[in-house]
């Protein structure tokens, strides 16, 4: 699907409030680019009642436009948190990406739980809103789907290898995230496809993943980074599913009063 669309800061007239204003162009569009446009509607529709994922307030759909009114995310997004840690040289604590994991995790967690894969996380599509985590973005998300999906250096093994996306390819996405949270820097920057197949079927490939996480971090985070980070995507269901196991029985999910990711 072709990206197509203008973004606005809005306000209402009745509330003052702030929200974005996402407008797709329709004027020559081809059918399958407007069924993008509309399935992306239908999914934030669909997980609206979860507040780890940014909402969809309303939409407007004229003959040669539509447009989706969302939710303003006043702290923008954790790419340029981690952007304005880096260049003050400001790392995450632990405590800060094990708060901002449980909350992706509680977002994703509602996502799956509704058929769905959302197929590009990444920190520019993770956002932050008075203090709390919001997965947005959901333009090439797709529901059961097994098509390769989402950005070169954010894919699965199996995502570039076998053409084969599903939910724990989603959950080698977290380990990108937390990857950048414990680095201030991306785990990958190929430049084609063949460059990750190359880096996966590396013998060093684990040991590339852990080599630059400080050793300020403890054994658990490190393991759940390298466990996410996997080829093998099993692996990456047993660390979520051990880690969620551990959590505080106490622990308040907002999405669910279920602690199992799965």
Do not use: W
Request: charged share 25%; hydrophobic share 35%; glycine share 4%.
């Amino acid at each position: 699907m072709t990206s197509n669309s203008e973004i606005h800061l809005v306000k209402s007239l009745d509330t003052n409030e702030t929200f974005i204003s996402k407008v797709y162009d329709l004027y020559g569009i081809n059918e399958n680019d407007l069924k993008g446009y509309m399935n992306e509607l239908y999914i934030m529709k669909k997980l609206e009642n979860c507040e780890n994922i940014v909402k969809i307030v309303d939409f407007i759909k004229k003959d040669d436009s539509l447009c989706f009114i969302i939710e303003f995310c006043n702290q923008g997004d954790l790419y340029s948190d981690i952007l304005r840690r880096k260049i003050n040289s400001e790392h995450y604590s632990e405590n800060e990406i094990f708060n901002i994991l449980n909350q992706i995790l509680n977002g994703l967690r509602f996502i799956h739980k509704n058929g769905i894969i959302h197929g590009d996380l990444k920190s520019t599509n993770i956002f932050i809103k008075d203090d709390k985590i919001k997965i947005g973005d959901f333009g090439i998300s797709q529901k059961g789907s097994n098509k390769n999906l989402g950005t070169l250096n954010f894919l699965s093994y199996e995502s570039i290898k076998l053409n084969k996306t599903n939910k724990l390819s989603d959950l080698f996405q977290v380990g990108c995230i937390l990857y950048e949270l414990a680095t201030l820097s991306s785990p990958f920057s190929a430049n084609n496809i063949n460059d990750m197949i190359r880096l996966f079927e590396d013998k060093n490939y684990k040991n590339y993943i852990i080599k630059n996480i400080s050793s300020f971090y403890s054994i658990q985070l490190v393991n759940i980074i390298s466990k996410l980070l996997s080829l093998n995507a099993l692996d990456r269901l047993e660390v979520i599913s051990n880690y969620n196991i551990s959590r505080n029985d106490d622990t308040e999910m907002i999405c669910s009063n279920k602690l199992a990711y799965v």
